[in-house]
């Protein structure tokens, strides 16, 4: 299955400005989605990352608030912008693949005060 | 009411025991997953199950198509399998999580 490096892992930001997270995978996947998990919740999909076209957001997640990239087959990234505390949350990447299911990066760890 | 629902939301074990952790859906599903997510955030994919039964190691995962439900097993626990472990459902491309399982092994 694919592997994927997931940076950085952790971050501490001050408000009202940005980060952006990486995610690197060692083949081509079609489909890369970013997810953002509150504390103590589960996993919401924030957008689906497709290659040559504009990510598909979720109900809940505007662009210019969490602006993706996807570059290529083999990158992305997610930008949160403006933060503020209450974007503090663990984000992860994925890729899906019908064989092997879902792989997950090591998330993003983000605390913004 | 949540599409996934995963019992219990904590589970604390001694060393050695046998754990079981459940998981039900309401919706018509492709496949299930089950996760393990360590406290630094990261996430491994222990199985994918559409039908049956599959065993890894100590790890053990049934499902039950027509009643909707899945189990994760753990046998011979130890500390490291302390994580939380979650649950989610593939329909309609979509990914549906459960909340979790907080399991914590004692020594």
């Known amino acids: 299955s694919a592997v994927i490096s997931q940076k950085p892992s952790r971050d501490i930001c001050q408000r009202g400005t940005s980060l952006t997270i990486q995610c690197q995978v060692d083949?081509?996947?079609?489909?890369m989605f970013w997810y953002r998990q509150q504390p103590g919740q589960s996993l919401t999909l924030i957008a689906t990352?497709?290659?040559?076209?504009?990510?598909?957001?979720e109900s809940g997640f505007v662009i210019d608030k969490f602006p993706i990239s996807r570059p290529n087959l083999t990158f992305s990234t997610l930008t949160v912008s403006n933060m503020s505390p209450e974007d503090s949350s663990i984000y992860l990447c994925s890729v899906g693949e019908v064989d092997y299911g879902y792989t997950f990066g090591s998330g993003t760890r983000l605390t913004v005060v | 009411k949540n599409e996934v629902e995963q019992s219990p939301q904590n589970l604390t074990a001694q060393e050695g025991e046998f754990i079981t952790i459940n998981c039900s859906y309401s919706?018509?599903?492709?496949?299930l997953h089950w996760l393990q997510q360590h406290p630094g955030g990261g996430i491994v994919s222990l199985f994918m199950l559409s039908s049956g039964k599959k065993k890894h190691g100590r790890l053990i995962a049934t499902i039950n198509i027509q009643e909707k439900h899945s189990s994760l097993h753990i046998t011979a626990s130890h500390p490291r399998d302390s994580a939380v472990y979650i649950c989610?459902?593939?329909?309609?491309?979509?990914?549906?999580f459960g909340a979790g399982t907080r399991l914590t092994v004692k020594p």
């Open positions: 989610a459902v593939r329909y309609n491309n979509d990914m549906r």
């Open positions: 083949s081509q996947v079609t489909m």
């Open positions: 990352a497709n290659q040559g076209s504009e990510a598909t957001y």
């Open positions: 919706v018509g599903i492709s496949a």
